[in-house]
C-alpha cells in the first residue's frame, strides 16, 4: 500500500470543519488552476485557428509555391514564362507536390458609369482548384473556366462590386492597356466571393486563362506562372527546396528564366505577424501557469500549518519528512486534477460554444475574419494538461520542505 497516497485520500475527503481556513484556499487554488487552464486551452486554439484561417485564406490566393519569370519575383511586373506539357509534368513529379495549376495576370481598369476602379485579373485555366473561391463565394456561381476559349465571365469580390454598385448579371465595361494600345473588353459579372483579406480582395478578379493571355498577347504556352499545392505545409521548405532545383535559373524557349517561392517568402508582412501571434500566447502561458503555480502554493502552505498537529503526530509515530512530504505533495495533486477538471470543461465548452454558434465577433477590415476561430488541436490539449500537472507539482516540492521544520514537541501549542 502507498502510506503517502492513502493518507492524502483521507485528508482530501475529510470535510471537517467548515470554519477551517484551508478550506477557502483549496477552492482558491482550484479555481486558479482551472481559470489558468480554461485561459491558456482558448488561447492556444484561437490563435492556431486564427493562423491556420489567415494562412488558408492567403495560400487560397496563391497556392504553397509559385514558380514564375526571375523578374517578376525581381519586380513585381509581369513577365511570362513557358509551362508546355513537359514542365508541368516535371512540376507535378516532384516529391510532396499535390497538385499543379497555371495562371497569367492581367492589369486593366473596370469602369462603369459613374466610376471605375484599378484590378488585376487572374487567368485560371481547367485544373484550377475551386475549392477556396466557392467556400467564399457569397452570390452567384463559379464558372468553367477555360484555356482555349473565352467566356467573358468574370468573378469579382464583394469589395470591388461594392465599390463599383455591381450584381450577379451585371455586364462591365473592362480597358488594358499594352504597348500603348488599349484593349476593351465586356465582362459579365456571373458570382461575387469574400474573403475579407483586404489586400486580396480589393484588386482581383478570376476570368479563363485563354482571356487573360490574350489581354497579354503571350503565347498559348505562356503563362505569368503556376501555382503548386504541397501536401504538408510542415514540409514546405524542403519541398521548396526539391523544386528549386529542377526549375530555378533554368531558361525555357523564349529566353524567360524560371524562379519560384513560398507563399511565406512572397507574403513576409503576413506571415511575420502571424509568428508574432506565437510570442503572445507563450506570454499567456507563462503568466496562467505562474496563476496557478502561485495559488497552489499558498494554498499548499496554508493546509500545512493547519495541520501541523497531525504532521507532529506522524512524525512521533516515526514517520519520515520524505513520507509526509509525499503525502501533502499527493493532496495538492487530488486539488490540481479537480482544478483541470474543471478547467477542461469550462475551456472547452467556450472553444465549442465559439466554433458552432460564433457568438464573438470581429471586425473582417482590421482581422481578415468576421468571427473569431477557433480549431480544437487535441494533442496540443492533452500537453497542456499535462505540463500544467507537471509544473503545478514541480513548484510545490520546495515549499513542502517547510515540514521538516516542524517538530513534533512544538506542535504541543497548537493543541
Known amino acids: 500500500m502507498n502510506f503517502p497516497?492513502?493518507?492524502?485520500?483521507?485528508?482530501?475527503?475529510?470535510?471537517?470543519?467548515?470554519?477551517?481556513?484551508?478550506?477557502?484556499?483549496?477552492?482558491?487554488?482550484?479555481?486558479?488552476?482551472?481559470?489558468?487552464?480554461a485561459v491558456m486551452m482558448i488561447s492556444v486554439c484561437v490563435v492556431l485557428g486564427f493562423k491556420h484561417t489567415i494562412r488558408d485564406k492567403v495560400i487560397g490566393f496563391g497556392g504553397h509555391i509559385t514558380v514564375s519569370d526571375y523578374m517578376t519575383m525581381e519586380t513585381s511586373e509581369l513577365y511570362p514564362i513557358q509551362l508546355n506539357d513537359s514542365m508541368m509534368n516535371v512540376l507535378r513529379k516532384t516529391d510532396g507536390i499535390k497538385h499543379v495549376q497555371r495562371?497569367?495576370?492581367?492589369?486593366?481598369?473596370?469602369?462603369?458609369?459613374?466610376?471605375?476602379?484599378g484590378?488585376?485579373?487572374?487567368?485560371?485555366?481547367?485544373?484550377?482548384?475551386?475549392?477556396?473561391?466557392?467556400?467564399?463565394?457569397?452570390?452567384?456561381?463559379?464558372?468553367?473556366?477555360?484555356?482555349?476559349?473565352?467566356?467573358?465571365?468574370?468573378?469579382?469580390?464583394?469589395?470591388?462590386?461594392?465599390?463599383l454598385k455591381l450584381k450577379v448579371g451585371d455586364r462591365i465595361y473592362a480597358y488594358f492597356i499594352k504597348n500603348d494600345e488599349v484593349r476593351p473588353r465586356r465582362f459579365t459579372i456571373e458570382g461575387i466571393y469574400q474573403t475579407n483579406l483586404t489586400r486580396f480582395d480589393e484588386i482581383t478578379c478570376f476570368t479563363d486563362l485563354y482571356t487573360a493571355n490574350k489581354l497579354n498577347g503571350w503565347e498559348p504556352d505562356q503563362y505569368s506562372g503556376a501555382e503548386l499545392t504541397v501536401n504538408d505545409f510542415e514540409q514546405l521548405d524542403q519541398i521548396a527546396a526539391r523544386v528549386s532545383k529542377k526549375v530555378d535559373k533554368t531558361i525555357d524557349d523564349y529566353g524567360s528564366t524560371y524562379a519560384s517561392g513560398t507563399v511565406v517568402k512572397l507574403n513576409p508582412?503576413?506571415?511575420?505577424?502571424?509568428?508574432?501571434l506565437d510570442l503572445n500566447v507563450w506570454i499567456i502561458l507563462a503568466l496562467m501557469v505562474a496563476v496557478a503555480g502561485f495559488t497552489m502554493i499558498s494554498g499548499l502552505l496554508i493546509i500545512i500549518l493547519e495541520r501541523t498537529q497531525m504532521i507532529g503526530l506522524l512524525k512521533s509515530l516515526g514517520a519520515k519528512n520524505k513520507t509526509i512530504r509525499h503525502t501533502f505533495l499527493w493532496f495538492a495533486a487530488f486539488i490540481i486534477g479537480k482544478g483541470l477538471l474543471?478547467?477542461?470543461?469550462?475551456?472547452?465548452?467556450?472553444?465549442?460554444?465559439?466554433?458552432?454558434?460564433?457568438?464573438?465577433?470581429?471586425?473582417?477590415?482590421?482581422?481578415?475574419?468576421?468571427?473569431?476561430?477557433?480549431?480544437?488541436?487535441?494533442?496540443?490539449?492533452?500537453?497542456?494538461?499535462?505540463?500544467?500537472?507537471?509544473?503545478?507539482?514541480?513548484?510545490?516540492?520546495?515549499?513542502?520542505?517547510?515540514?521538516s521544520h516542524i517538530h513534533p514537541a512544538r506542535t504541543m501549542k497548537y493543541e
Open 269 to 276: 508582412q503576413i506571415f511575420t505577424w502571424l509568428d508574432l
Open 5 to 37: 497516497l492513502f493518507i492524502a485520500r483521507k485528508i482530501y475527503a475529510d470535510k471537517g470543519d467548515k470554519k477551517k481556513v484551508s478550506r477557502p484556499a483549496i477552492r482558491i487554488a482550484t479555481v486558479g488552476v482551472a481559470i489558468g487552464l
Open 119 to 163: 484590378v488585376v485579373m487572374k487567368g485560371v485555366g481547367p485544373e484550377f482548384d475551386s475549392t477556396f473561391i466557392k467556400y467564399n463565394m457569397v452570390e452567384g456561381k463559379l464558372p468553367k473556366f477555360s484555356d482555349e476559349k473565352s467566356q467573358n465571365k468574370i468573378v469579382v469580390s464583394k469589395l470591388i462590386a461594392d465599390k
Open 342 to 403: 474543471i478547467g477542461n470543461l469550462l475551456g472547452l465548452g467556450i472553444i465549442f460554444l465559439q466554433k458552432y454558434t460564433g457568438m464573438v465577433k470581429l471586425d473582417p477590415q482590421t482581422y481578415y475574419v468576421s468571427i473569431v476561430p477557433v480549431e480544437i488541436n487535441i494533442p496540443l490539449i492533452l500537453l497542456l494538461n499535462i505540463a500544467t500537472l507537471l509544473i503545478c507539482v514541480f513548484v510545490l516540492v520546495a515549499p513542502s520542505y517547510f515540514i
Open 103 to 117: 495562371y497569367a495576370l492581367a492589369q486593366g481598369i473596370l469602369k462603369t458609369d459613374s466610376d471605375f476602379l
